[in-house]
């Protein structure tokens, strides 16, 4: 994926080559505005009809825990690289070209207001879809095994996912998708981390109460991620 940045009020754009961002798209109320903005969820972001362009998901950076009471969405300058929006699009892209199973990565936002930040990332949306955490009780066994699958792809790419829970899996009717990469990595090697991803899903089930009506999907999962799996 190509992809170009631009200046903008201080900040910088960075985006899919193909397009000509505006500093309107990362804007809610714009969407909202034209009637297009559909709210996911805490913490999911908004859902936006870009017309002929397609259909995307922005979200804005926030804070969370007791950080996020005192200071909710500006972060400290450190330079481009370590910024959040910077780090999650590069992660989506290097992900997106290796084919794992994630959100192709539209454009970020960095605003700068002196020594702080604010950042926003706009993704493609994942149309019909569903988090596993609202699908696990009905979901059939094949449907998990393939969240199995698509969990191996990821770390067989690389990736590394700094929270995966059962709220940032999605089940599309064809396809299973990993979401919400902030934080994350495209470039681990280390398979106890990744494999402390899968402790940390199982983690989620049991405390949304899913466990242990998905135990025998949670088996089919582990058995389609394959060797090195947790037990």
């Not at 631009?6 to 109320?29: N, Q, S």
């Not at 002196?114 to 059939?140: H, K, N, Q």
């Not at 449907?143 to 792809?153: D, K, N, P």
């Amino acid at each position: 994926m190509d992809f170009r940045r631009t200046a903008v009020d201080g900040g910088f754009i960075l985006a899919d080559a193909a397009l000509e961002p505006e500093p309107d798209w990362f804007d809610i109320d714009y969407w909202r505005g034209r009637g297009a903005g559909e709210p996911l969820g805490r913490g999911r972001g908004v859902a936006v009809s870009a017309g002929d362009r397609g259909q995307w998901v922005l979200r804005h950076y926030h804070r969370g825990g007791l950080p996020g009471r005192l200071i909710r969405d500006s972060y400290a300058w450190l330079g481009e690289r370590p910024a959040r929006p910077v780090r999650e699009f590069e992660v989506l892209v290097a992900l997106s070209e290796a084919g794992a199973p994630v959100p192709r990565p539209v454009a970020a936002r960095v605003a700068r207001m002196g020594l702080c930040y604010r950042g926003d990332i706009l993704v493609e949306r994942i149309a019909d879809s569903r988090s596993l955490a609202d699908a696990a009780t009905s979901l059939p066994t094949v449907r998990w095994s393939e969240v199995g699958r698509a969990i191996r792809r990821f770390h067989d790419a690389g990736g590394w996912h700094a929270d995966l829970n059962a709220r940032n899996i999605l089940m599309a009717p064809d396809n299973v998708v990993l979401i919400d990469l902030d934080r994350g990595r495209s470039d681990c090697e280390a398979p106890i981390r990744q494999r402390r991803n899968l402790d940390r899903l199982l983690r989620s089930l049991h405390k949304l109460g899913l466990m242990p009506a998905a135990g025998n999907g949670w088996r089919a999962l582990i058995e389609a991620y394959g060797p090195a799996a947790p037990g």
